[in-house]
């Protein structure tokens, strides 16, 4: 009887084996992690991470260029603005500014919408429409146009940008929960529920919930984006966060008359903005795709 024959399966080489990994990486989105998480981490450390008061400048400093510009120095990175303060302190305090208010912004929106979104689905007729018609009205509003006039009557203050910015997003929410509520009050789970004596706000938060919470990640993660634009569009105008308070969007309102001899007064602040807001879309369309089942990507 002949002996069987062994296969040897020789390892791939140490490059082919890296090359491998490196490929079965592509479906993260890498760099833009890297930069929320840069993001994030600057927003809580930033007044153990900035090197100089954000606030404090001296007129002997004023519109220092980078520190690889001719005339700029290694104490200022990123240059001074024109009261002399610190561009890398003014934009790591700015991230500070623009997380805090995107994470207040979407909890009080997130909640309001949801609520509204369950109640509107769940209940449909007058309630449903009512609350429907409320939110085709908001949509008609201009956000900016609001935010102005609600700054101009009530004042500059941070609550009233929060409060602007939760009016804009939370139709957005009931607008999705409801359409994902009247799918998921047909399913054969929710009809048990209620043959089983389940309450309405039992069957909503245990039973319906858990099916919108993956729509509400995605959603949220978009909603970032467009709210740190918002709120530094109204701090650009001149209606956002006070001074002397740093925000993106007020520090690239300080340079826009200075950038033929300080480019870097609004171009800093300017690539933070569009970096943190192009990261967060990225995130956000590789969260929808994997979270949605007719989206997922297999292979």
């Known amino acids: 009887m002949a002996a069987e024959a062994t296969l040897v399966v020789q390892p791939a080489p ?54 690889w510009e001719e005339g700029g120095t290694n104490k200022f990175l990123l240059g001074t603005d024109h009261l002399g303060r610190d561009m890398l302190s003014r934009v790591i305090f700015g ?33 449903d429409e009512l609350l429907m018609r409320v939110v085709d009205i908001k949509l008609a509003i201009p956000t900016i146009l ?32 409801r359409g994902e509520v009247l799918q998921l009050k047909t399913m054969d ?53 006070p001074p002397p308070t740093p925000a993106w969007g007020s520090m690239v309102s300080d340079g826009r008359d200075r950038l033929a001899v300080a480019w870097w007064i609004s171009t800093m602040p300017g690539l933070a903005i569009m970096a943190t807001v192009l990261s967060m879309n990225l995130f956000g369309d590789w969260l929808r795709d994997r979270l949605d089942p007719r989206l997922r990507q297999l292979g």
């Open 14 to 67: 140490v490059p082919v084996r890296i090359a491998r990994k490196a490929w079965g990486l592509r479906r993260w989105p890498l760099i833009p992690m890297l930069i929320l998480a840069v993001f994030i981490v600057t927003g809580i450390f930033a007044p153990l991470i900035a090197p100089h008061d954000p606030e404090r400048g001296g007129l002997r400093e004023r519109n220092l260029p980078p520190a």
């Open 189 to 241: 789970f929710v009809a048990l529920a209620k043959v089983a004596g389940a309450s309405t706000p039992r069957i909503l938060f245990i039973h319906i919930f858990p099916g919108v919470i993956n729509t509400l990640i995605v959603l949220a993660t978009l909603e970032i984006g467009i709210v740190i634009l918002l709120e530094s569009t109204l701090s650009f105008l001149g209606a956002g966060v």
């Open 146 to 177: 609001l935010a102005l006039v609600l700054v101009l009557a009530l004042g500059q203050s941070f609550m009233i940008i929060v409060a602007v910015l939760a009016i804009a997003v939370w139709p957005r929410f009931a607008r999705n929960v």
């Open 95 to 127: 991230a500070r500014i623009s997380l805090v208010v995107a994470a207040v912004t979407l909890g009080v929106g997130m909640g309001i919408g949801v609520a509204s979104g369950l109640a509107a689905g769940w209940y449909g007729g007058w309630i």
